[in-house]
C-alpha cells in the first residue's frame, strides 16, 4: 500500500462545476496536510492546509478531513479554466516529521 | 522577497560528469529539502536538512550528496551523474520540520531540469 494514494485522472470537470479531488494515507499519526497545486512545467504552490476534522474553505476551495477514515479532499466549486494543474496531496508524516507527497490528481476544467 | 531560488534553470550532462545544483532561501527558514519529480512518480525526497549543520538522507539519496552552507544555502551535489538522474529536481525550504512541528509548510524553488546523455 502507497503512503499516499490520488487518482491520477485526468478528472475533466466543465467550468462552473465542483471538482472533488480525493487522498487518502496510511500514517495515523499524521497530523496536518497540505494540498498543492502544480502547474505543468512549473513547481508546487501551497493553496491549502488543514489540521482538525472537518472543513476549512479559503474562497473557491475547500478542504475535508476526517482522520478515521484517513481520508482528506479538496473541492473547488465554481471550476475555471485557470484550475487546470495537477493536485497534490502531502500528509506531515508523524514519524519522519516530513511531508509526503502523492502522486497528484490532473484536473482538466474544460469551457 | 524572492523566496526560494534555484540555479541552474537547465542543464545538459554527460554520463559521468558532475554538478552542483544550488539553492537559497530568504525567508529566513530552518529547513530546506532536495526533491525529484519524474513523471508518474511525485515528489520524491533525496536530501534534507532540518536546520542548520544537519542534513539526513531521504527516499532516494544514492548517488547524491549536499551542503547547507549556511542558514539560507543547500546545495545538491551528482559526483557522476547517470541517465537515471535525469529529472526536475525541486529545493523547497520549510519555517521548522520534525514529528508534530508545525509551520511545517514547504515553499518550493523554480526547479532545475537536468538532463543527463
Known amino acids: 500500500q502507497k503512503e499516499v494514494e490520488q487518482n491520477s485522472g485526468p478528472l475533466s470537470v466543465p467550468e462552473g462545476a465542483i471538482a472533488s479531488l480525493n487522498c487518502t494515507y496510511s500514517d495515523r499519526g499524521s497530523q496536518s496536510f497540505f494540498w498543492y497545486r502544480q502547474y505543468s512545467g512549473k513547481s508546487p504552490e501551497l493553496i491549502m492546509f488543514?489540521?482538525?476534522?472537518g472543513d476549512k474553505e479559503d474562497g473557491r476551495f475547500t478542504a475535508q478531513l476526517n482522520k478515521a477514515s484517513q481520508y482528506v479532499s479538496l473541492l473547488i466549486r465554481d471550476s475555471q479554466p485557470s484550475d487546470s494543474a495537477t493536485y497534490l496531496c502531502?500528509?506531515?508524516?508523524?514519524?519522519?516529521?516530513?511531508?509526503?507527497f502523492g502522486q497528484g490528481t490532473t484536473l482538466q476544467v474544460k469551457p | 522577497n524572492a523566496g526560494v531560488t534555484q540555479t541552474p534553470k537547465f542543464q545538459v550532462l554527460k554520463t559521468g560528469q558532475s554538478m552542483t545544483l544550488q539553492c537559497a532561501q530568504d525567508m529566513n527558514h530552518n529547513s530546506m529539502y532536495w526533491y525529484r519529480q519524474d513523471p508518474g512518480m511525485g515528489l520524491r525526497l533525496i536530501y534534507y536538512?532540518?536546520?542548520?549543520?544537519?542534513?539526513d538522507k531521504g527516499e532516494v539519496p544514492n548517488g547524491y550528496n549536499v551542503s547547507r552552507l549556511n542558514k539560507r544555502e543547500f546545495s545538491l551535489r551528482l559526483e557522476s551523474a547517470a541517465p537515471s538522474q535525469t529529472s526536475v529536481y525541486f529545493c523547497a525550504s520549510s519555517r521548522t520540520s520534525g514529528a508534530g512541528s508545525s509551520y511545517n509548510e514547504q515553499f518550493f524553488g523554480p526547479g532545475t531540469r537536468l538532463t543527463v546523455l
Open positions: 502531502a500528509p506531515h508524516s508523524s514519524n519522519t516529521g516530513k511531508l509526503i
Open positions: 536538512s532540518a536546520s542548520e549543520g544537519t542534513t
Open positions: 488543514i489540521y482538525s476534522n
